[in-house]
């Protein structure tokens, strides 16, 4: 069986690739964490989790560029639509399969403007995703505060790998993110959304030893381009 491995670009941007590649919330040229550049990337699929910039970033050169799909919500999937892109809309709760590789959108409690204000769209929800390949499953937790649902978001979908926003100030923070460890009973849980900018400073660590008091999970703390093979 195919392996499936994970790389981080920096802040929420991640790469997950199994046989198909698949870029989550990729903000890239305007990052101060990323060390890559938007034209190197060639996913066969791009999942937005919200319109903010530091999310949606440059999907839109991405996907007019290489003609790939994006799976995001409902209102960002109207508004990459006007600009040509391919989309396959969805929402909180339901699940699409592309490319043998199946995305579940999770409920995240944040907002999600696009923030390209003048374009007149709203970004609807914010959201999160359960992303399932070669029989693993990646919980990305998009923006989030954090919220009691993750519970079924174990019960639901078993993820085995989340990866959670730790910089407080516009998500959870160390603490929270570890006690949402343990309701999401992962086997493996990834920071990210932390020191990219000032307002997210956050010592990692912290959230390590957090976990450790509270779940069994391996704390796993990447640097930007390091990949892993789940
Ligand atoms: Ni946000
Ligand atoms: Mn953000």
Redesign the pocket.
């Given at each position: 069986m195919d392996k499936v491995k994970l790389s981080w670009i920096g802040h929420s941007c991640f790469e997950i690739s199994c046989g198909k590649t698949v870029l989550i919330d990729p903000f890239i040229d305007g990052n101060p964490a990323a060390t890559v550049s938007s034209s190197e990337l060639e996913p066969d699929i791009i999942a937005v989790t919200?319109g903010?910039s530091?999310?949606l970033g440059d999907t839109v050169s991405i996907a007019q560029r290489t003609g790939c799909t994006v799976v995001c919500i409902h209102e960002i999937s109207q508004y990459l639509r006007s600009k040509g892109i391919k989309t396959i809309g969805m929402n909180i709760g339901g699940t699409v399969q592309v490319d043998d590789i199946s995305f579940t959108m999770t409920d995240a409690v944040?907002?999600s403007s696009i923030d390209e204000a003048n374009w007149g769209f709203d970004g609807g929800k914010?959201a999160g995703f359960v992303i399932t390949c070669n029989g693993i499953s990646v919980y990305h937790a998009g923006?989030t505060g954090i919220f009691k649902d993750m519970e079924l978001i174990y019960q639901l979908y078993h993820p085995d790998v989340a990866l959670l926003p730790i910089g407080g100030r516009?998500t959870m923070d160390s603490k929270d993110a570890a006690l949402a460890v343990k309701m999401l009973q992962v086997n493996m849980a990834i920071p990210m959304h932390y020191n990219t900018f000032e307002e997210v400073a956050q010592d990692p660590m912290i959230f390590a030893n957090s976990v450790k008091t509270l779940s069994k999970a391996e704390v796993l703390i990447m640097a930007v381009n390091d990949s892993m093979v789940l």
């Open positions: 919200h903010h530091d999310h944040h907002s914010a923006d516009y």
